[in-house]
């Protein structure tokens, strides 16, 4: 519509009078209409139709360019909801697969387990390293009763401590109260308290034994216990996914055996691997745990036998000294209740 009016526009006369006037013309007040027409109905940005017929046609063909916008968001929102629902099925895919793998290894170890009690079945056995492992468990089973009983000692040490200092103080102030019998309530008194005193120092030696004895059981050793179980569980598997191996070899050689055989041999190796790795670390963690034993308990036990022949000898400077050589630290009386801070 434009370019017809230009060109109208470029090939019009225009007339003019001796005055220099233009003459108005029905065609000027056209053209001029056809302009501003032009100007004032410019395209909507926001709005933007597009048109099949002429300038000033009719409403017919007009497509409405809200009506794309809205069609491309829903189809933005459709593939973004396809995707969520593709990442979601994928997880799902993936915790069945996790799920079918564990209910398969646990139902070939549980047949192996059961094989094994009924003697059915074949078991991979070390026979040195089971003998350590028993030896192990025999040694856990002892120190874990020198721990209880040693612990029992420290309880009943600390009641006899606790009632030596009560009789103490009970002596004491007898004898401010009674001076028939001032100096015989006062020598009690000193010597309950010395006893108190020395009571003191060999708990604080027995505490640092009982503390030492349950680090090893209670850390060390189970520390290495885990590993064996590890080990066990990895013997186990082996040996489940062997004997399924040594099944299919058995069997017929057609194409799904034989694939079924490939992959069978794979997971075989992987379970081999697995055990023989936790052998060899079951295998060192013992040698260390052996030397580490050792060593601890040639301090503690020297540190008891001082401590308590000391203490019963009636040689608090011995006593004393045995705690310096041992760098144990005793605390101050009333340490161990909370501060008035923490009682807030």
């Not at 013997?235 to 055996?257: C, H, K, M, Q, S």
């Not at 060593?295 to 310096?324: D, R, W």
Request: one cysteine or more; proline letters at 3%.
């Amino acid at each position: 519509m434009a370019e017809s009016i230009m060109s109208k526009a470029a090939t019009m006369e225009i007339p003019i009078n001796s005055n220099g006037d233009t003459r108005a013309l029905p065609e000027d007040d056209s053209l001029e209409q056809d302009l501003q027409q032009v100007m004032v109905s410019g395209p909507n940005l926001n709005e933007t139709s597009i048109v099949s017929g002429g300038y000033g046609g009719t409403a017919e063909g007009i497509i409405p360019t809200s009506s794309i916008k809205g069609s491309t968001m829903h189809h933005s929102s459709t593939s973004s909801s396809a995707m969520a629902e593709e990442a979601t099925r994928g997880v799902a895919v993936e915790k069945f697969d996790i799920m079918k793998k564990w209910g398969l290894n646990t139902y070939k170890c549980t047949k192996q387990m059961i094989s094994e009690r009924f003697g059915r079945g074949s078991r991979t056995v070390d026979l040195e390293l089971e003998a350590q492992i028993d030896v192990l468990r025999d040694t856990k089973r002892k120190y874990e009763n020198v721990l209880r009983l040693a612990r029992a000692l420290t309880n009943h040490f600390y009641s006899m401590v606790q009632t030596q200092h009560a009789l103490g103080d009970t002596f004491a102030d007898l004898s401010q109260k009674s001076p028939e019998l001032r100096d015989e309530f006062g020598y009690n008194a000193e010597t309950q308290k010395l006893l108190c005193k020395n009571g003191e120092t060999l708990l604080g030696a027995i505490n640092f034994f009982v503390s030492s004895i349950n680090t090893l059981v209670n850390k060390t050793m189970e520390d290495t216990l885990m590993t064996i179980k590890m080990y066990e569980n990895a013997r186990l598997e082996f040996d489940a996914y062997r004997a399924d191996l040594e099944e299919l070899n058995l069997g017929p050689r057609d194409a799904v055996t034989l694939a079924r055989i490939e992959t069978a041999q794979n997971e075989y190796q992987d379970h081999k691997d697995k055990y023989e790795r936790l052998r060899s670390d079951v295998s060192v963690k013992l040698k260390f745990l052996e030397e580490n034993k050792v060593k601890v308990m040639h301090k503690q036990l020297l540190l008891f036998h001082n401590a308590i022949s000391a203490y019963f000898a009636g040689n608090q400077q011995q006593l004393e000294q045995t705690l310096k050589q041992f760098n144990i630290k005793l605390k101050p009386p009333g340490s161990d209740k909370p501060s008035w801070l923490e009682e807030q």
